[in-house]
């Protein structure tokens, strides 16, 4: 599965999938909020352009659309355009909405959401949120989710907030739905060998769940300084998963 945002260049996809024929995609149609209100009208607005300008590159292959990205999080809307998960219900049903008059024949998930407890001024605990936002869920397509752990404290196969455990509660919760791990990685430590072995095992594990349809891993490459235990560019991370 490859995912790309909706603003990203129509030529490296076509590019991506004339290397990877048989690939899934995920095209997040994504807007920078920056504090700012945006109402549904504006969001599709800003990024249906895009999002047609890349699924135009991705004829005939399966994708799905995830309508925006961790919305339980301040830089994302919290607060500045919706006050909880209730509220982003209610904004995402009529995102959802506008984008299926524009574009009929297009599966839509529900986005990711930042995993984690409540934390002031960056983020509203992910499962109230999530259950909170259940009639979107219910309307979409699919369900989005990311899913992170660390070593030794946040465990990829024990910890109930992390992991595997935090896709099972996923599948428990919606039992009915398709899943898209959109982002998933160890945030933490630079023992590269191990989160390797770790991103085989977990994409393994996965095969044992039906539901799910596929995982991307955070992040292939970022700006210097930014996300520096997770990117995979430079490290081997890929040369050994692919070796399989």
């Not at 590019?15 to 504090?35: C, E, I, M, T, Y």
């Not at 991307?216 to 692919?242: M, N, R």
Request: hydrophobic share 40%; with cysteine.
């Amino acid at each position: 599965m490859i995912k790309v945002l909706s603003f990203h260049d129509p030529n490296a996809i076509q590019q991506l999938a004339k290397d990877h024929p048989n690939a899934h995609w995920v095209v997040r149609a994504f807007l920078s909020f920056g504090n700012r209100n945006i109402s549904p009208d504006q969001f599709v607005n800003d990024t249906i352009g895009d999002t047609k300008r890349t699924l135009a590159a991705l004829q005939g292959k399966n994708v799905v659309v995830e309508l925006h990205n961790e919305p339980n999080l301040t830089v994302e809307g919290l607060k500045s355009t919706w006050a909880d998960g209730r509220a982003f219900n209610q904004w995402w049903l009529q995102v959802l909405g506008k984008y299926r008059q524009q574009l009929p024949n297009v599966r839509y998930i529900f986005p990711g959401l930042s995993p984690g407890p409540d934390a002031p001024n960056l983020r509203q605990a992910d499962r109230p949120f999530l259950e909170a936002c259940r009639p979107s869920i219910e309307a979409a397509d699919g369900l989005g989710m990311h899913s992170y752990w660390s070593n030794p404290h946040f465990n990829m196969m024990t910890h109930p907030d992390s992991g595997i455990p935090l896709v099972d509660d996923y599948i428990r919760r919606f039992p009915n739905k398709q899943i898209w791990v959109t982002e998933a990685s160890d945030n933490l430590g630079n023992d590269w060998n191990t989160k390797a072995r770790e991103y085989m095992q977990f994409w393994q594990e996965l095969q044992k769940r039906p539901p799910v349809q596929g995982v991307t891993y955070f992040v292939a490459s970022a700006a210097p300084g930014t996300f520096d235990h997770e990117v995979w560019v430079g490290h081997g991370i890929a040369a050994q998963l692919g070796a399989r």
